[in-house]
């Protein structure tokens, strides 16, 4: 069969766009090639409906070794006693729970996806929003916090069946224990989608939701380090609320129902060689290296929020204490996305994105996001950060000033000479 040269040409380039440029998407990393070489692997050859143990086709022997083990690692991970490592990604991993959960109609409690909330979190646009009834909270506008009062109000108030904790912009750590409580006093169940500081949950420097929280659900790329996925957790696990019985007669367990909203529920066959590459970063996720690199997230985070703040920058809260921030431009009189699409030009990728009370459409902003999970993985340092701010500032404050922009790109494509991607891939 004859070589696709189209398509590896254009692979070439976006391997040549990632090393030459500074990464701060805040829902980006780089894999290790280990994970890239699992995902690229023979796996992808087997189709494995069901699981471990229990398929609906012949020839799984091996693919269920690569799932028991990643399911294993990750239970040793988080100290879970269940997992499902098969949805194909965050948003499919919170719909099986809500497949599993919820009635259509029910009430969901969630963050305003305005406010830094997720699509999946009752946004109108999204089927979470379009099948159960979704209510919000948010952040407080004096300090970017949320607003445990209100949630707490709402909850009391509307008595919702589930309350969605987690976020796609908020730079802060979470008050799990709170938000249990007043699920426990309106007999609701407890979500937390840690998409975002999974990574950084998984060694111990943020709030641990698991002891506070049902159901646990995470992307596997991000701050996890893997490749794109998703995966569904519970550390104790529970009876069903609604007192539903297996064949026997026995009451069935949550992490039953959850396992029958995967497959066959949501989705066909899982993808064996993204699992694959799951279970090789949660190998990776047990080594000592990531712990040392966990924390140089934190404090490379650290490091550019009081960067950002010195030069002027409006971060929403303040500060950050996970992998990323969200940053206010209408002090510095520009849009979210005049930013995002300059300083693409001068190879400094990030995203546009609302921050609370914005005054801006959704395709517009008044602020951007910015994340340093990718460029720790390339080994960056603290002082580091002073020179990637300094470089985004000197693009801002030289918008439509081309010759400026020009001149910042070839500044990071030697700033990024220093920090080498993938050498072995020549």
């Given at each position: 069969?004859?070589?696709?040269?189209?398509?590896?040409?254009l692979?070439?380039?976006?391997?040549?766009?990632?090393?030459?440029?500074?990464?701060?998407?805040?829902?980006?990393?780089?894999?290790?090639?280990?994970?890239?070489q699992?995902?690229?692997?023979?796996?992808?050859?087997?189709?494995?409906?069901?699981?471990?143990?229990?398929?609906?086709?012949?020839?799984?022997?091996?693919?269920?070794?690569?799932?028991?083990?990643?399911?294993?690692?990750?239970?040793?991970?988080?100290?879970?006693?269940?997992?499902?490592?098969?949805?194909?990604?965050?948003?499919?991993?919170?719909?099986?729970?809500?497949?599993?959960?919820?009635?259509?109609?029910?009430k969901?409690?969630?963050?305003?996806?305005?406010?830094?909330?997720?699509?999946?979190?009752?946004?109108p646009?999204?089927?979470?929003?379009?099948?159960?009834?979704?209510?919000?909270?948010?952040?407080?506008?004096?300090?970017?916090?949320?607003?445990y009062?209100?949630?707490?109000?709402?909850?009391?108030?509307?008595?919702?069946?589930?309350?969605?904790?987690?976020?796609?912009?908020?730079?802060?750590?979470?008050?799990?224990?709170?938000?249990?409580?007043?699920?426990?006093?309106?007999?609701?169940?407890?979500?937390?989608?840690?998409?975002?500081?999974?990574?950084?949950?998984?060694?111990?420097?943020?709030?641990?939701?698991?002891?506070?929280?049902?159901?646990?659900?995470?992307?596997?790329?991000?701050?996890?380090?893997?490749?794109?996925g998703?995966?569904?957790?519970?550390?104790?696990?529970?009876?069903?609320?609604?007192?539903?019985?297996?064949?026997?007669?026995?009451?069935?367990?949550?992490?039953?129902?959850?396992?029958?909203?995967?497959?066959?529920?949501?989705?066909?066959?899982?993808?064996?060689?993204?699992?694959?590459?799951?279970?090789?970063?949660?190998?990776?996720?047990?080594?000592?290296?990531?712990?040392?690199?966990?924390?140089?997230v934190?404090?490379?985070?650290?490091?550019?929020?009081?960067s950002?703040?010195?030069?002027?920058?409006?971060l929403?809260?303040?500060?950050?204490?996970?992998?990323?921030?969200?940053?206010?431009?209408?002090?510095?009189?520009?849009?979210?996305?005049?930013?995002q699409?300059?300083?693409?030009?001068?190879?400094?990728?990030?995203?546009k994105?609302?921050?609370?009370?914005?005054?801006?459409?959704?395709f517009?902003?008044?602020?951007?996001?910015?994340?340093?999970?990718?460029?720790?993985?390339?080994?960056?340092?603290?002082?580091?950060?002073?020179?990637?701010?300094?470089?985004?500032?000197?693009?801002?404050?030289?918008?439509?000033?081309?010759?400026?922009?020009?001149?910042?790109?070839?500044?990071?494509?030697?700033?990024?000479?220093?920090?080498?991607?993938?050498?072995?891939?020549?």
């Open positions: 069969m004859q070589k696709d040269t189209q398509i590896f040409d692979l070439q380039s976006e391997l040549k766009r990632q090393r030459d440029g500074i990464e701060l998407i805040a829902s980006e990393n780089f894999t290790s090639l280990q994970v890239m699992a995902m690229g692997s023979v796996a992808t050859n087997k189709y494995a409906e069901g699981y471990p143990g229990k398929r609906y086709y012949g020839g799984c022997e091996v693919v269920d070794e690569i799932e028991t083990l990643a399911i294993n690692r990750l239970k040793e991970i988080f100290n879970l006693s269940w997992a499902n490592v098969q949805p194909h990604s965050g948003a499919q991993a919170n719909t099986a729970v809500f497949l599993a959960c919820l009635k259509p109609g029910d969901i409690l969630g963050l305003d996806l305005s406010m830094g909330g997720h699509l999946t979190h009752g946004s646009a999204n089927f979470s929003g379009k099948t159960y009834q979704a209510l919000f909270y948010g952040v407080k506008k004096e300090d970017g916090l949320v607003d009062d209100h949630l707490e109000a709402v909850a009391r108030a509307e008595k919702p069946a589930m309350i969605i904790c987690g976020a796609s912009a908020y730079s802060r750590d979470w008050d799990y224990a709170r938000i249990r409580k007043v699920a426990d006093e309106i007999g609701a169940l407890v979500l937390a989608d840690i998409a975002h500081p999974a990574g950084l949950i998984a060694k111990g420097l943020l709030n641990d939701p698991f002891d506070h929280c049902h159901i646990v659900t995470s992307t596997t790329h991000k701050t996890l380090r893997g490749p794109r998703g995966v569904i957790m519970i550390r104790h696990d529970f009876e069903n609320p609604w007192g539903l019985k297996d064949p026997k007669g026995n009451v069935r367990m949550m992490s039953a129902l959850l396992d029958l909203a995967v497959f066959p529920g949501m989705q066909g066959g899982p993808l064996e060689h993204v699992i694959a590459a799951k279970a090789v970063a949660f190998g990776e996720i047990l080594s000592d290296e990531y712990t040392a690199y966990a924390k140089q934190v404090a490379n985070a650290q490091a550019m929020a009081k950002f703040v010195s030069k002027g920058y409006d929403i809260s303040g500060g950050t204490d996970n992998h990323l921030m969200l940053i206010d431009l209408r002090n510095k009189n520009i849009t979210g996305k005049k930013a699409e300059t300083l693409d030009k001068a190879h400094i990728t990030l995203n994105n609302a921050v609370p009370f914005d005054d801006k459409s959704p517009v902003t008044s602020g951007i996001r910015v994340g340093v999970a990718a460029i720790t993985s390339r080994l960056m340092k603290e002082e580091h950060m002073e020179t990637i701010v300094t470089l985004i500032d000197k693009v801002l404050m030289n918008i439509d000033d081309e010759n400026v922009i020009a001149s910042v790109k070839e500044e990071v494509k030697t700033f990024m000479k220093q920090f080498p991607l993938y050498p072995e891939l020549g």
